[in-house]
């Protein structure tokens, strides 16, 4: 049930898009005006909330520690998983942002007879990992329709990911990663019962989204075959400031670029914003210096304490008696 | 207290299948056993927190002000403000799941509000109804509601189900770390009056009295008396420990339980010995009596007027350095907070220990150093000698505590001064050790009579990885270095696992420290008679032994 709305969300998006280039005739409004629009949302949301997260302050030191502290010469410190310098944060953070280290760790629970079990579990960060890996993957390939030449390391990319030669046009082997995984991520919400319990319809929504952009991107190249070239014309229009309408293109283009629009302008308003808030999050990029390093509260203030002098006012006699030193006599 | 439920009933009612309704259309149950007794007025008072009257959490009207809401949203936009970690957790969980199944209130209640998304989840969905756009538009839609008593009941009953342990953290891809949350969910309750007694009541005793237990100077005094008078009989030396002593080298400060029950009694004995064998130029203070902090279970002013008293103390009495005893809590404290409220403590030394020459470059700033790191020193640079036999009636499994873990990472040391006082150690299985230890159950402030089925239920999964070397190498011994631990854990222990008992590692040390002058000793520190040196294992069977304990860990991972 909780997938239904956001399910029909992105099918009105779909049709929305279809009535309004098809019917309509709304090639601006579809091609130019959403596109710039989704952007300036994405920048400037983005901005907002990173700038946002890193204007408030960070008063205690708080790195959860996953190895050995620095102590004593001779033991052995985890400079990684407890980082006593910049350097082991950095290893940390890269390891966190590149593999999902932490992710990685991950462990299924289970009575199994008198004894509870812990047992690897990494289909998450599987899917996980093959989700964003092609993701990032994809995204670096479309690069080739922002340049006039296209990069190398972009070519090598295209040529890496078609390596297995299939078909014509060969096929992208992160398409088929993508599209997997993100159907994986899908079944784990609505099948495994601990998921299930803590999903949202917003955990539906953006999986939807990146369905449908992978989906019509795939039907786009080996399907329908839309205008490659007019596609580059429009995206380059676009991003040299000069747009124009290219006519020919084929609605599926527009259903596309629309989902991808939403999603930009979707994404500093929801949970996607974890792309950015991993890089700041307190217990995980502080080092385990704070007995070393004196770690300042901006906003500390003054609080009431019982100070000594009034505990003796309270106890002077008996501390006489039992012989403890007093202040005053 | 409220009765204790049978073990096979409380095992079979655990179930991880989450019920078909959601969590958000579940309405919460506050079951006898499973809570604590709310903050009576007088407790309130002696500290001046607000809303002071009391109140029982059974009944309908919890006698909040007129103005509750307002307050806590208010709050809430206050704190988003000065805390980082809460507005960005409250913003990137993904609800993935990973954390679900690592809280050992989950794995010993199968309540979805258990699982530490859906503990962040109880303040997030009130944090997008009014600090989000789509929240304030799309209300439930996204995952969006109001605040209402329903709300403000839920939260109470599982900010205080949550031990603040850290173990989530470990596991997130992001670090969000529950505890942080639960933290400020209880600052915010304590807006309203909603403490619970179990921490407020220690937080006056220590605001006025120095520690926890309330234990009045001549009190103190007399508790350490009768450890003295004890160890007089066991060893035949007298031990002359000082009280506010000014001029000395180091205060020593360690949690109020260490004085007062067993088996921290015993630890203290510990201290007591060690430090008497090393000569040790040492002071106890009674007014800075409290390692531990319970202002930190109510709001970080609160824990930081507590705190306070520790260096104030230690500038008095014109000491070099401070050395802190086994604690958890106290030692994240003390750790990653002290300084930073209540710093700079510029008129301290670098410690160093007196014995050794090490300077604790550790402990540069904070000037204060954890006994175990002190202890460890010692026994590296050969300057204790050690009976390890005395501890062969024990077979000792170490308990790695939340805070000292993931707050601070204290792994090896203990460990080391173990392998040096015991002769059969054996490690619980890998996923319940170190960074990835398993609570005691009764952490952060839990630890009352009234809610003992949660602590038997939070305690179930460090309870079940002892049991599982207590079957395979019959362990008889939880080491720990935390005073909460060793009283929870004896009443985990005798609930879950018959058979083993509970002690802190400095008890250990003290059964085998070999002292100048002492007679034969005929028992340990317990009175338990001690086993005759034919018995000894040979090193070989010692050998086999460890090679096991190392499996461990792959053993169990199935
Ligand atoms: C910049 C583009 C990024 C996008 C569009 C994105 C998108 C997503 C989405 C949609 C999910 C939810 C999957 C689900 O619902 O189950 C997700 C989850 C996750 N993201 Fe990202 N993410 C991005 C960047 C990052 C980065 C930089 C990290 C680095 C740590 C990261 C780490 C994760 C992890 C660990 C999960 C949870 C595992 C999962 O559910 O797949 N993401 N991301
Ligand atoms: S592991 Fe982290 S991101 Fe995943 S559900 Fe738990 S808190 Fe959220
Ligand atoms: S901090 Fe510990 S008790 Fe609290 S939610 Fe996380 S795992 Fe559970």
């Known amino acids: 049930m909780k997938a239904l709305l956001p399910f029909l969300a992105v099918v009105f998006l779909v049709l ?210 839309v205008d490659v070239v007019g596609v580059k014309e429009l995206v380059m229009g676009l991003v040299s400031l000069h747009p124009a309408v290219v006519s020919g293109i084929g609605t599926i283009f527009y259903i596309h670029l629309f989902l991808i629009s939403t999603l930009f302008a979707y994404f500093p308003w929801s949970k996607l914003v974890h792309a950015g808030g991993v890089f700041l999050s307190p217990t995980r990029n502080l080092s385990n210096n704070s007995r070393v390093v004196r770690h300042v509260n901006p906003w500390s203030y003054p609080v009431k304490v019982h100070t000594y002098e009034e505990y003796e006012d309270d106890f002077r006699e008996k501390m006489k008696m039992a012989g403890v030193p007093v202040e005053r006599e | 207290m409220a009765k204790e439920p049978k073990k096979e009933e409380l095992l079979q009612s655990i179930s991880y299948k989450a019920p078909k309704t959601f969590w958000m259309d579940t309405p919460t149950e506050i079951k006898p056993g499973m809570f604590c007794w709310g903050a009576k007025a007088k407790s309130l008072n002696v500290v001046g927190l607000p809303n002071a009257r009391d109140w029982n959490p059974t009944e309908e009207d919890w006698k909040l002000p007129e103005n509750w809401q307002e307050i806590l949203i208010e709050g809430l936009r206050e704190r988003l403000d000065k805390y980082r970690s809460l507005r960005l957790f409250l913003d990137i969980c993904v609800r993935c799941g990973a954390c679900a199944d690592k809280c050992h209130f989950y794995i010993g209640t199968g309540d979805p509000k258990n699982m530490p998304v859906v503990r962040g989840e109880l303040m997030r969905s009130v944090y997008r109804k009014y600090f989000t756009t789509p929240g304030k538009v799309f209300g439930k839609l996204a995952g969006a509601r109001e605040m209402d008593l329903q709300v403000l009941k839920e939260w109470w009953t599982y900010f205080f189900q949550c031990t603040e342990c850290r173990r989530c953290s470990v596991f997130c891809p992001y670090g969000i770390d529950h505890a942080e949350i639960t933290i400020a969910g209880r600052e915010l309750l304590n807006l309203l009056g909603l403490n619970i007694e179990w921490i407020q009541g220690p937080v006056s005793n220590c605001y006025m009295k120095g520690n926890h237990l309330g234990l009045e100077p001549q009190t103190i005094v007399s508790n350490v008396e009768f450890m003295v008078d004890d160890i007089e009989t066991l060893t035949g030396i007298r031990i002359n420990p000082t009280f506010n002593r000014k001029g000395a080298e180091i205060l020593f400060v360690t949690p109020s339980g260490d004085l007062f029950a067993d088996p921290g009694t015993y630890t203290c004995m510990g201290y007591l010995m060690l430090f008497h064998e090393l000569g040790l130029d040492y002071t106890w203070s009674t007014y800075a009596s409290e390692g531990g902090n319970f202002g930190f279970f109510t709001s970080n002013e609160m824990a930081k007027r507590l705190n306070a008293k520790i260096y104030a103390e230690a500038k008095r009495l014109g000491v070099k350095w401070i050395l802190g005893g086994e604690c958890g809590h106290m030692w994240r404290l003390v750790h990653q907070y002290m300084d930073t409220w209540n710093g700079p403590a510029d008129f301290l030394e670098v410690p160093k220990s007196p014995i050794t020459g090490t300077v604790f470059e550790n402990a540069r700033t904070t000037k204060m150093t954890h006994i175990i790191e002190f202890t460890a020193d010692l026994m590296k640079h050969g300057k204790l000698k050690l009976d390890p036999s005395r501890n062969d009636h024990l077979k000792v499994t170490f308990h790695d505590s939340c805070n000292t873990s993931r707050g601070m990472g204290v792994f090896e040391e203990p460990r080391f001064v173990l392998k040096n006082i015991c002769r059969n150690f054996y490690e619980m299985p890998r996923e319940t050790i170190k960074e990835q230890t398993f609570c005691c159950g009764s952490g952060s402030g839990l630890n009352a009579g009234e809610d003992m089925e949660l602590r038997l239920r939070g305690g179930l999964a460090r309870a079940n990885a002892v049991k599982y070397v207590h079957d395979k190498h019959d362990v008889n011994m939880l080491a720990n270095i935390c005073a909460i631990d060793r009283a929870s854990l004896t009443t985990s222990m005798n609930y879950w696992v018959p058979g083993v008992t509970v002690a802190g590692v400095h008890e250990l040390v003290a059964n085998a420290l070999v002292m100048k002058g002492e007679k034969k000793r005929e028992t340990d520190l317990r009175g338990e008679p001690l086993p005759s040196a034919e018995e000894e294992i040979s090193v070989e069977a010692r050998a086999v032994a460890q090679a096991e304990g190392e499996k461990l860990g792959g053993e169990a991972n199935v």
């Open chain 1, 16 to 225: 929305l898009v279809i009535a309004g280039v098809k019917a309509a005739g709304l090639y601006f409004v579809f091609g130019v005006l959403v596109p710039y629009a989704a952007a300036a949302v994405f920048l400037l949301g983005f901005v907002y909330r990173v700038v946002k997260w890193g204007k408030t302050p960070v008063p205690f030191h708080i790195p959860t520690t996953c190895g050995q502290q620095k102590s004593l010469p001779w033991i052995k410190p985890n400079g990684i998983e407890n980082p006593s310098g910049t350097g082991g944060v950095v290893i940390r953070m890269l390891l966190e942002v590149f593999l999902f280290r932490s992710l990685f760790k991950n462990r299924k629970t289970k009575m199994k007879g008198e004894y509870l079990t812990y047992a690897w579990a990494p289909w998450l960060w599987l899917s996980g990992m093959a989700f964003h890996w092609s993701f990032l993957f994809i995204v670096i390939r479309h690069l080739r329709f922002f340049f006039q030449s296209v990069p190398v390391p972009v070519q090598a990319i295209e040529h890496l990911d078609s390596i297995l030669n299939w078909g014509v046009p060969a096929l992208y082997i992160t398409d088929v990663i993508f599209l997997a995984a993100v159907t994986y991520l899908f079944l784990r919400r609505v099948t495994l019962s601990q998921v299930k319990a803590i999903t949202l319809p917003a955990d539906f929504f953006p999986l939807f989204l990146l369905f449908g952009i992978g989906a019509s991107g795939v039907l786009m190249r080996y399907y329908t075959r």
